[in-house]
């Protein structure tokens, strides 16, 4: 019982640091961004790529993906994205969508069609048992970065000087603006910043599932399922969430396999209609 | 008014582009002496590379036998299906009207093929089955033959091993979709016939990343060893994860169809597999100079992409659409070919092959391998054949 | 957008507001012209028949979407579960009743298709009627990702993930056989989205409309005038259910199978694509959509079939950098600029 509950915490916790990303700029740019997941896909290969080619360790890859995807995106936002944030979310829709096909359709050119995993080091396989249950060493890894980066994530929102002025970019653009605040530089470090996560979690990811250029549109649908349950407007939220919808998944599997393909399909209906803003909202939407 | 100036626009403009790709639509002129055949593929998608394995076997057997046959010159069409069915059927319906294609062929998946089977029968044209392995398909259309495998084909001989080899008790776990079904029941059938139990049939859904849930489950029933199945190009995550559940330290002995040790990625899953018993009707590692050679030549032609169960489907497919040409003197009539493909015979790659001439589905040998390290790389170590296998009753 | 302000603005008499109406419910050239060319294609690209019936089944899903989406302003991502119902409807009664009349109808099938879809439409419709855009995409993707998943499961009816096989539809109207060449399948195809589009049009022009259009503008001052807002919404959102029904009801019959592909989530992704690529609130919009995004998708899948992806994802990005509006926003704008070096400023 404990064991699968771990289990299910460590694929909430990466299903939280791949879709964290997507939460920061459609809640708190308001940017439907569905490239998301290009981005995670992006730190995913250049781990596969440097672990398989280069023999880089596995624990420098991860800081390494981070910075890749972050200037990645930074370099997207600053010649593409930052022409959208004024149109229709459609176009955004649209726009993004057309991104990740472009991604899918390069991956597949540079690397092929097929699943691409990675062996992890030594020190990060195996189980450890405690508690009478027993949990895989990566999972258990998996979850204290991610744990860490949400504690980190949530301080650096409520407690700086840069979170305050992001929230208050976000709640009145102009207003900031005129009280000196660069809202255009906050927007593009808060943008890097979310496809860095992202790309760090596709890191993660290389230890638990593995990559194929349908990766961005396949997990498109987790990453829209954690937000929009958790809320977009804080960070524990869609962490709660995540971890909800993990349990919940793996959970439903086991002791109810018949049925388990429709449960995180139903949490997700029921938790929208019961609070269309999401479970963890504070109040209504803006 | 405004809508009506949009409309009048947008009609021009429609008019126009209309007219501009007409060239582009019609079908080229078809020249006497060309012989062409279609090959609908998986090539994007999360099937793509099956597409690309059989693609990769088609083109190695044209470049090795040359693109003549019987006087004709053979014209390979490669569509992109995305893995959807009712795309299946209309790029078969083009191929047949507008290219006017011999053969149709590829079809990566179960309820691809079977889309495609009504097609074949109204045109009167063969369809050669080079990937999808459900055992029912070929009997839906009198004009299908087969030259991948299906599922109890390659099932089957791992029951009875199991059976044979101090194995009482299984689970299986396949995914949820036809072959999935097929395999389990065949496995099932035959495991329970020669006096084994299988204590639980577990199904995963066809999309699904994560299989944490189910192993746990496997392993909580400690049976004697774990059945699985899932497609080919998905075996990695889930031999990810059966390598970190650590189910061999439990005393779980891991059983598969070959499809879970797809040579395409088995080098990349690590060396948790190594001693994993599977069996299947092809390995990269077959002894045998047929092999030798195919394997060579098909890592030197694709980038060193080492060919798997699929790219042998292709190739074969295109063999058997060579032997018939051969035998039908270039006579490219649909019945005709059909007749010259029944009961064909011939050495492939994978060892002795047949097209069963009452069943039209393929006769051959299936294998039982061990994963082992050779060379520094993971192979499916054949150590046991079980002759002339047939594919379906 | 200039429909909009211009069907809100209440004109200072009833009979002007009346003729009004009846301008807009006029028919213009190009419109006749476009549908002429439709039936044209019939003649002038016989060989690409079956990829005309499904551009015109998947026009009629993003009409069906537009309906929703242009004129009602609810963002669906769920429509393929209607689809799917329709073609399953369709599907099985076409089967069961054994390729003779009167199950097999084809016309009666399409109207069990409709009725089907139509009926799960209402009965869902409850769940969209509020929260925010993102709300809606999600509670409408769930509910299409639920049904696909109890038509992998229900095996015994739908044939699991195998699909479908054996639907044998009856000629329609008892005359027309469906061929190999999709002649009768491309009519029969064009024939009802045509009929279906006139009522659409109809429907989008009358008092109903507009009232429709003046909720997507601002849902609390239509509430404030005393328009039955929800009634409204209930009302368009089982309609559109009931034309995606329909869409997926010619499907099985074209094809003669059903899969769970006609459920899955890129049915929804694809059709909503289409609309927003052409145009959404101006009923053209989804059928240009399907038209050049299917054909491009065809051109550029036949020269490279394995990176076509990244050519048509380009156009995408491309369009929503320099055009607003879609494909209907590029012929404005065009014509825009013809218009301005035409006549002196």
Not at chain 2, 147 to 162: E, G, R
Not at chain 3, 300 to 312: D, E, R, S, V
């Amino acid at each position: 019982m404990l064991t699968i509950l771990l289990d299910g915490i460590a694929y909430g916790m990466l299903l939280f640091i791949l879709a964290v990303g997507l939460c920061v700029t459609l809640g708190l740019m308001n940017f439907i961004n569905l490239a998301h997941g290009a981005f995670a896909m992006a730190g995913g290969y250049l781990t596969i790529t440097l672990m398989q080619q280069s023999g880089v360790p596995f624990l420098a890859c991860l800081p390494a993906a981070f910075l890749f995807s972050a200037a990645l995106g930074l370099l997207l936002e600053r010649t593409l994205y930052r022409h959208l944030y004024d149109k229709t979310h459609l176009d955004q829709v649209l726009f993004s969508i057309g991104l990740v096909f472009m991604a899918m359709a390069m991956v597949d050119y540079a690397y092929g069609a097929n699943q691409q995993i990675v062996n992890l080091p030594d020190y990060l396989t195996g189980r450890v048992s405690f508690l009478g249950a027993s949990i895989g060493v990566y999972r258990l890894f998996v979850i204290v970065i991610c744990g860490l980066l949400a504690a980190g994530l949530q301080i650096v929102l409520t407690c700086t000087r840069f979170g305050s002025r992001l929230r208050a970019a976000v709640d009145d653009g102009r207003v900031a603006r005129g009280m000196g605040i660069d809202v255009t530089r906050i927007f593009a470090v808060t943008f890097a910043v979310g496809s860095g996560l992202a790309g760090l979690g596709g890191a993660l990811g290389t230890g638990i599932i593995s990559f194929d250029p349908t990766f961005p549109l396949k997990y498109m649908i987790y990453f829209l399922i954690v937000i929009s349950v958790g809320g977009t407007t804080t960070i524990t939220g869609p962490f709660l969430a995540a971890i909800l919808l993990g349990v919940a998944d793996v959970l439903g599997k086991y002791y109810v396999p018949a049925v388990g393909g429709f449960i995180i399909y139903t949490i997700m209906v029921l938790v929208l209609i019961l609070r269309p803003q999401g479970l963890f909202s504070r109040g209504p939407a803006r | 008014m405004f809508r009506r100036q949009i409309l009048k626009g947008m009609a021009g403009a429609t008019a126009s582009l209309a007219l501009a790709s007409i060239p582009a639509f019609v079908a080229p002129a078809f020249a006497q002496e060309t012989v062409k055949v279609g090959l609908i593929l998986p090539m994007t998608g999360p099937s793509a590379s099956t597409g690309r394995q059989i693609e990769a076997g088609a083109r190695l057997w044209m470049a090795q036998n040359g693109d003549t046959v019987a006087g004709k010159k053979i014209q390979l069409i490669i569509k992109d299906d995305t893995g959807a069915a009712d795309q299946s059927k209309r790029l078969a319906t083009e191929l047949v009207i507008n290219d006017k294609v011999a053969v149709i062929g590829g079809f990566g998946l179960t309820p691809l093929a079977l889309s495609v089977g009504p097609v074949a029968t109204q045109a009167k044209v063969p369809a050669v089955i080079m990937a999808a392995g459900t055992s029912t398909i070929v009997a839906t259309s009198p004009y299908f033959v087969r030259t991948s495998f299906t599922l109890p084909q390659n099932t089957a001989p791992m029951a009875q091993w199991s059976a044979a080899n101090n194995i009482k008790t299984v689970v299986t776990l396949v995914s949820d979709y036809g072959p999935g079904l097929d395999s389990e029941k065949a496995f099932k059938a035959e495991f329970e016939a020669k006096g084994g139990k299988v204590l639980e049939t577990l199904r995963a859904p066809l999309m699904n990343p994560e299989f944490a849930a189910f192993l746990q489950k496997a392993k909580d029933l400690k049976p004697d060893a774990l059945f699985l199945f899932v497609p080919s190009g998905q075996g990695a995550s889930l031999m990810k994860q059966v390598g970190e559940r650590e189910l061999a330290k439990a005393g779980i002995k891991i059983i598969g169809t070959g499809d879970v040790t797809d040579d395409d990625q088995l080098n990349g899953m690590g060396d948790a597999l190594i001693g994993m018993i599977t069996s299947h009707n092809y390995s990269a590692a077959h002894e045998s100079p047929e092999n030798k050679s195919y394997v060579s030549a098909f890592l030197k032609a694709n980038n060193n992409m080492r060919p798997n169960f699929m790219s042998v489907g292709g190739y074969d497919g295109m063999a058997l659409i060579y032997k018939a040409l051969e035998k039908t003197k270039g006579d490219t009539d649909g019945a005709k070919l059909l007749d010259a493909m029944k009961g064909a015979s011939w050495t492939s790659p994978r060892g002795p092959m047949s097209i069963d001439a009452t069943t039209r589905d393929i006769t051959q040998n299936v294998y039982i391998r061990e994963v082992k390290k050779v060379d520094g790389q993971l192979y499916n170590v054949e150590f046991a054949t079980i002759p002339n296998v047939k594919g379906s009753n | 957008m200039t429909d909009q302000t211009h069907s809100t603005k209440p004109s200072p008499e009833a009979v002007a507001a009346r003729a009004v109406l009846l301008g807009r419910a006029r028919w213009g050239l190009p419109e006749i012209a476009f549908w002429a060319i439709a039936f044209g294609a019939f003649f002038f690209m016989p060989t690409k028949l079956s990829l005309l019936s499904e551009i015109a089944i998947l026009g009629l899903l993003a009409l069906s979407i537009d309906l929703v989406l242009g004129y009602a302003g609810i963002v669906t991502l769920g429509q393929g579960a209607f689809f799917g119902i329709g073609a399953y409807a369709a599907g099985l009664a076409a089967k069961y009743g054994a390729g003779a009349a009167p199950w097999s109808d084809p016309l009666l099938g399409l109207l069990i298709a409709g009725a089907a879809a139509g009926l799960i439409g209402l009965l869902t419709s409850f769940l969209v009627l509020r929260g925010s855009d993102l709300t809606r995409l999600m509670v409408t993707l769930g509910v299409a990702l639920i049904v696909d998943e109890l038509v992998n499961q229900m095996k015994w009816l739908t044939g699991g993930s195998d699909g479908l096989q054996g639907v044998l539809p009856a000629p329609v109207l008892g005359v027309w056989d469906f061929d190999l060449y999709g002649k009768t399948a491309y009519l029969y195809a064009l024939g009802v989205l045509f009929v279906l589009f006139v009522i659409a049009r109809a429907i989008v022009k009358s008092p109903f409309g507009l009232s429709l259009q003046a909720i997507k503008g601002n849902p609390l001052r239509a509430r404030a005038i005393g328009m039955p807002v929800n009634g409204r919404l209930v009302a368009i959102y089982t309609l559109a259910s009931v034309y995606a029904g329909i869409a997926g009801g010619l499907a099985a019959q074209t094809t003669q199978f059903a899969s769970p592909d006609y459920v899955a989530f890129h049915r929804s992704a694809d059709a909503l694509l289409m609309l927003v690529f052409g145009g959404a609130g101006h009923l053209y919009g989804g059928l240009i959509g399907s038209i050049i995004f299917r054909a491009m998708q065809d051109y550029l899948g036949n020269i490279t079939p394995q990176y076509w992806q990244f050519w048509l994802g380009l156009t995408l990005v491309a369009l929503v950098l320099f055009v607003r509006g879609g494909i209907l926003g590029l012929f404005a704008k065009m014509r825009d600029r013809v218009l301005r070096k035409g006549e002196p400023a």
